[in-house]
């Protein structure tokens, strides 16, 4: 089964350190894709970063890296510097691409705050 | 460049009403995706629209609930007879379908539907 799994409901971080929140994927499939995105308490899902399953190299946007172990079917999100506003939930999820159709599975979630 | 734009924001319905929810695409994106997020949850997809077309509507319940793409004017998700089950919120994404960022989906601000 096409599945996305986020082990940890919350994490804590010291304001300008770096921060791993996990992401593990379960797929047949050769070509998926896998992304991140944040989710503030005012609600909204903002598109962090997109790393494809043929990219050879680790997807980077600013503060954000993605660790990406096909091997080990992980698709890690690396904070560095954390800030205060990156307290929120972030969600992983898995393109699907199936028969013409294309659609996101997501993870349950991690909460990170950041601590002053 | 305007984002993906979602209204209402909020809705209150009673049991038994309907509820429409309306989502325009970002400009040049021209496939729609509806996901519902229960509280707590990840997103879990419901349909994926091409313009005058249902692509893939295995997420949509089978009753009471329908989704268009039209020609011209925003998607619509329709909910008849809504039942207090049906409280979440309703995410739309858009993605260009084509180019370098054909995969990456954005969002919209979400409604949240709320079932009295």
């Known amino acids: 089964a096409q599945k996305i799994t986020q082990t940890q409901p919350g994490m804590f971080v010291q304001e300008k350190e770096a921060v791993t929140l996990d992401c593990t994927y379960d797929?047949?499939?050769?070509?998926?894709?896998l992304f991140w995105y944040k989710q503030p308490s005012s609600g909204e899902m903002i598109f962090l970063i997109y790393?494809?399953?043929?990219?050879?190299q680790n997807a980077t946007e600013g503060r954000y890296s993605l660790n990406f172990q096909k091997a080990r079917k992980s698709a890690n999100l690396v904070i560095s510097a954390s800030q205060l506003g990156d307290s929120a939930m972030y969600f992983c999820?898995?393109?699907?691409?199936?028969?013409?159709?294309?659609?996101?599975?997501f993870g349950k979630g991690t909460k990170l705050t950041v601590n002053p | 460049n305007a984002g993906v734009m979602q209204n209402p924001r909020h809705l209150v319905r009673r049991r038994g009403q309907e509820a429409r929810l309306r989502c325009s695409p970002m400009k040049g994106h021209s496939h729609v995706y509806w996901y519902r997020q229960l509280p707590e949850e990840g997103l879990k997809f419901m349909v994926y629209l091409q313009k005058e077309n249902i692509i893939d509507e295995s997420g949509m319940p089978k009753e009471r609930f329908s989704a268009e793409f039209p020609k011209e004017g925003p998607s619509i998700l329709r909910i008849q007879q809504v039942v207090r089950g049906d409280s979440a919120a309703y995410f739309c994404?858009?993605?260009?379908?084509?180019?370098?960022?054909?995969?990456?989906?954005?969002f919209g601000p979400g409604t949240r539907l709320t079932v009295t």
């Open positions: 790393q494809g399953s043929y990219d050879e």
């Open positions: 994404a858009s993605s260009p379908g084509e180019g370098v960022a054909r995969y990456e989906q954005y």
């Open positions: 999820a898995m393109r699907l691409t199936q028969g013409g159709s294309e659609k996101l599975v």
């Open positions: 797929t047949s499939d050769q070509s998926y894709g």
